[in-house]
């Protein structure tokens, strides 16, 4: 039986004094919900695997020979990305089976390094080569801290708007964070989620995220 690595998540650890960690918003649901990518050398790291792998599995021979039999949730696997064609890791979070053929199963998967979802037929999924599960997850699941929704549990689509500018989600612009607390993650991955104070740095006054959103009138403070 070969010994499979285990997958490892990348944690927020502070590098500096004031406990501030360099971050890009890779991803986000909502400000209870959002993926960071630590900022420095493991963003070199990834592009490269991102490369090596979509070089990998663009070659029919390599797809054929890294076929998925039965996924179940948790797995981790290699998939396309449909916007840009280029292959990622994914790990497995709902298998929906057709009654049709096992081809046909449909697999909802979370992609470790960015944060995205995406919805495959098991057919257009890989098996992980070895030598692509070394590095940690990238993508680190967070909420924003000392907020909450300003009426009941769902952030309205303004806000979580607002959110995104304030974060520059997807924008490869570096944020400050600082991690308040952390919580075993829910969905049984490895690692954590981090509960974070958010601010932008880039401009002529700092922002913090939560209190901007908190004075714009899309969030209450956190009970």
């Not at 390094?113 to 599960?133: S, W």
């Amino acid at each position: 039986e070969s010994k499979e690595t285990p997958y490892q998540q990348e944690e927020l650890v502070a590098t500096s004094q004031d406990g501030f960690i360099e971050v890009f918003i890779s991803t986000l649901e909502s400000p209870s919900s959002f993926w960071v990518q630590l900022v420095g050398t493991q963003s070199t790291t990834l592009d490269k695997l991102v490369t090596d792998m979509t070089n990998f599995y663009g070659q029919e021979a390599n797809r054929d020979s890294h076929p998925v039999a039965s996924p179940s949730v948790g797995d981790v696997l290699a998939s396309r990305f449909v916007q840009d064609d280029s292959w990622y890791r994914a790990r497995v979070i709902a298998v929906k089976k057709s009654d049709y053929s096992a081809d046909e199963t449909e697999v909802k998967i979370h992609y470790v390094d960015f944060g995205e979802t995406g919805k495959f037929k098991v057919k257009e999924l890989c098996t992980l080569a070895e030598e692509y599960r070394m590095l940690p997850f990238q993508a680190i699941e967070c909420s924003l801290s000392g907020v909450q929704p300003k009426d009941g549990t769902k952030w309205k689509d303004e806000a979580i708007d607002l959110f995104e500018l304030l974060t520059h989600a997807a924008k490869w612009k570096v944020m400050m964070a600082k991690v308040v607390g952390r919580s075993k993650r829910e969905d049984g991955g490895p690692g954590f989620m981090y509960q974070l104070e958010l601010m932008d740095t880039n401009g002529s006054e700092d922002i913090n995220v939560a209190k901007e959103l908190l004075r714009q009138g899309f969030a209450v403070p956190a009970m």
